[in-house]
């Protein structure tokens, strides 16, 4: 009994101070990939590359944003 309250201690304090997930694009990538492989037969493994894409072209957007260049000031 100490052994499962001392792993249900120790999960509860590791969920604790985990940092959080950044999951930007993988939820609608999810979504389309899980439909896209549902059609074919592969719902699971669809959801689960449509997440990585999602995630990789959230993620290339941001930098494009970020290597932006301001606005000139005209005076």
């Not at 001392?6 to 999960?11: D, K, L, W």
């Not at 694009?25 to 999810?30: N, P, Q, V, Y």
């Amino acid at each position: 009994m100490r052994l499962i309250l001392a792993a249900a201690c120790a999960a509860a304090i590791s969920l604790a101070f985990a940092p959080g997930a950044d999951a930007k694009g993988c939820i609608k990538g999810a979504l389309v990939g899980g439909v896209a492989g549902h059609m074919a037969g592969h719902g699971k493994l669809g959801a689960a590359a449509g997440c990585a894409v999602g995630h990789h072209e959230a993620n290339k957007a941001d930098a494009n944003k970020a290597n932006a260049q301001p606005p000139a000031d005209r005076k």
